[in-house]
């Protein structure tokens, strides 16, 4: 049966907001709480990825064990290669420690030559320099703006020096210049790693001649070189050990973000329950009148609806809006990863009006199956 | 038009079957007014249940235009209710959240009926109270705003079960007067305990245990 006037689902809503509001509420509430737990979870592998997003550039190779093989690990590389390359450097490396939302992580500066250094910084990090380049052996440092924001420093500062013990070296190592990029690189001269820094061993960086081809150079690399001594550091190595390290942590996730739907399912079906009871006489007058059961469910699931994707869409807004709040004032400043359009964070948040929709539309069922209009009408049910 | 054969309604009770009306043969005719009096608990009210399709009978039939009532499905049966009858009960429901005004409109829900609620409302006195809502009024008040949605579309039968019990008596006749005069060609079935309420009835009937006497 078509309803003008006065019984649309919207109706009662708006005019018992002080009924309605606090039952759109809690799904809004709900759905912020579930889509930033996710999206602060998400934050850590999305860090991951991103500060350590410049080695997708490059196949890194070190030698095991045996600091000869360097050369024989780039004679490999250059005669087997699988695609033309366009570069292969040799380098070492200093650790510094970035910060992120779980504490310190490991960041490579890489020591790099001076014929090597301009090559690396137009392929890796491209962006416009502001001070200078390091000078050939000199205790200098060149960082890219997340990596400076991240630590809090600006150019003149140092970064490494003899009184520090995580981020040691003979000297006070300055930054003379930071490149405006969104790639997280930091670059310092090799002779001056050489000269004052064990290993004694260098790595190797290999280029594909086109970026296109590196994913075809990072596979065939680490396939040539199992069972040898080298190690090889790739990109897709690296985002693949980091989706396996963070399926248990998921799991752990769901198991959290299912125990909460189901708290606040009950206590939903709960409101819903007492709000069903206090209209029980608006129901029992509909159906003396001459309204049908089923008109009469059709009209309170069209309000439970409304209220239900009203709240996850007003909840997904509020979520959004939060998460741009959490990262302009939290992370952004230290340069920490936070994706406020995280889909995944939003996907989670589903479960809650389904659960919600689910336990309404049985609830409101059993209410009506063996509702008797008389009894109210002869006030036996109020 | 509307009515029963032989019915009886019959409720389950621990001590056992519970006769809340036996053995009812009675006919509501076109325009009529109809008074069904007799003490609580005589079955006054299920026999206005019976005829009105909002229970069926146990045992007999009811009857509307030579249809049986147990014939029509439950939403059948609905919409005769809200299409063909009117109803005021004892106590006056309205919708708490509505105007006096939609809670007329209520009655006709595919129609856009506005106007003739508002003459309705108007006719019973109500028209500068249209948009007050429920606790806002006074009991008669909300009775007459029941009583005007009871006649909205012209019902061919208006079922009154104690419109007056929960009024004075001042405000109880003025109810009778108003159902009286704006009942148009339809009939009008009032249950009463009070024989003062049915002035100008064309019949009454009396009850006791549940018969007709």
Redesign the interface.
Known sequence: ???????RAG??LW??KGKSLPLVGVIVLAVMLVSGIVAMMDSIPLSIRTIYSYSRHYVGLTPRGDPEMTGKIRQTIEQEAPVPLDRVMAVRGLDLNVMSIVGKWPFVILALKPEDMSYYMDHVGPGELEGRMPKDGEPEVVLSEPVMRNLGVKIGDVVLGPDKPEAYSPYKVKIVGKVHSQEWTAVIPYDYVAANHFPPVDALLAFAKTPVEQAKLDHWAEKRFTGERARVFAFHKLEKDTSEMFRILYKILDVVVGMLVVVITIMMGMLISIFLSQRV??F????????????ILQRVMGEMTAVVVGGWVAGVLCAYLLLNVVRATLMDPKAFMLDPFDRTAYFYTLPVPVAIYTVALATVVARFRRFD??A????RLV | MTSLESASLVYADKDGDVFACHDVSLEVRPGEFLGILGPSGSGKSSLLYLLSGLKVPTQGRALYRGRGLDELSDAERSRLRLQTFGFVFQHPFLVGYLSALENIMVARPDQDCRDESMALLEAVGLGEKSHRLPHELSGGERQRVCVARALLGGPEIVFCDEPTAALDHATGIKVMDLLRSHRGTGSLVVVTHDPTMLEGVDRAVHMAEGRVL
Do not use: D, F, W
């Not at chain 1, 049966?1 to 019984?7: A, N, Q, S, W």
């Not at chain 1, 029992?284 to 008109?295: C, E, H, R, S």
């Not at chain 1, 109210?376 to 006030?379: G, P």
């Open positions: 049966m078509p309803t003008y006037g006065p019984l109706t009662y005019r018992n006489q608006e029992g007058l509909l159906q003396a009148l001459g309204y049908t059961k089923k008109a209009p008389v109210v009408v002869e006030r």
